[in-house]
């Protein structure tokens, strides 16, 4: 198993330039999420899908949106990148909410964006 | 608000010794915690969690322990190795579920050879 991969690892953009960052997992997980991590903080949560075609809000959505087409793969969209969108992004999954007695998340190697 | 902090932002361990790494939340919801290790590039990974009706939960190496009544987490690490050197998080949510995790800004611990 390949767990959680992440496509691009780093990518510079120029303000206004749309991107999509892409993840994949191979462990047949229900559940997946985008987070990002600002320099020495932690981790907020963008989006998050609970199956495919079904995504929610996290705590900082703004500038962001996703789709879940597929149980696989589950892309965020940068539309106009903005200066504060500079971090990095990890994309994470996990099986449903309490179906394995945990609530151990599977996080990718993250994806290092800078916008200037 | 809910907030997850943690009281120390850097520890230095010497290889060998314990480490105490502490964790305080305010949300009095939540019942679920869970500590994750960071190494340097690479993404979180899961250490070990605990439910609020417990208060200690041993894993291998680690201990949790959970004190609600002054809403406070540790992690313990016995016997470091230069592996452990890492930052990490807790975390905590409500309901037992995995939907909105929220993380604390994470201590850097170094273990010294």
């Known amino acids: 198993n390949a767990g959680v991969t992440q496509t691009p690892k780093f990518r510079i953009l120029k303000i206004g330039q749309s991107m999509t960052l892409q993840c994949a997992q191979d462990m047949n997980h229900n559940y997946m999420y985008w987070y990002r991590q600002d320099p020495g903080m932690g981790l907020k949560l963008i989006y998050y899908s609970v199956g495919a075609g079904i995504t929610d809000k996290g705590e900082v959505p703004n500038g962001y949106n996703v789709s879940r087409s597929t149980t696989e793969d589950f892309p965020l969209r940068l539309e106009l990148a903005a200066p504060s969108q500079t971090s990095v992004y990890f994309c994470?999954?996990?099986?449903?909410?309490?179906?394995?007695?945990?609530?151990?998340?599977?996080f990718g190697e993250g994806s290092r964006l800078t916008v200037l | 608000g809910e907030s997850v902090g943690l009281h120390l932002p850097t520890l230095s361990v010497q290889e060998g010794d314990n480490s105490i790494i502490n964790c305080a939340y305010s949300n009095s919801a939540s019942d679920y915690f869970i500590w994750y290790k960071q190494e340097s590039g690479k993404g979180p990974q899961f250490i070990i969690d605990i439910r609020s009706n417990m208060d200690k939960r041993q894993g291998q190496r680690v201990t949790v322990l959970l004190n609600k009544t002054v809403k406070h987490l540790s992690l313990q690490i016995a016997a470091t190795q230069p592996g452990d050197s890492a930052v990490y998080f807790c975390a905590e949510n409500k309901n037992f579920g995995n939907e909105k995790l929220t993380f604390g800004t994470g201590t850097r611990l170094t273990i010294i050879p």
């Open positions: 994470a999954s996990s099986y449903s909410a309490g179906a394995r007695g945990t609530g151990e998340l599977f």
